[in-house]
């Protein structure tokens, strides 16, 4: 993050979005999850993403994934 991008992101009201896929008979894709941000950006043209971060990793035994998404609006 470049300083500028600090200051716009002080100046601005940082919100945070969450976005989840389960599956209860495979293990969950990040594609999945990466199609839903994607949707969710195409139909927010305002919206600046500043941050994501990934809540939960896919294993053997659990079918969860999440990703945070901290954001500002222009």
Known sequence: MTYGDMHRA????VKLKLFTVESSNRKP???????SVNEWLAQHPDIVAE????IAQPNVGWG????AVWYTEK
């Not at 969860?64 to 990703?67: D, F, M, N, P, S």
């Open 10 to 13: 002080k100046e601005a009201c």
């Open 29 to 35: 894709s990040f594609d999945d999850l990466e199609a």
């Open 51 to 54: 941050d994501t971060h990934t």
């Open 64 to 67: 969860h994934l999440a990703v």
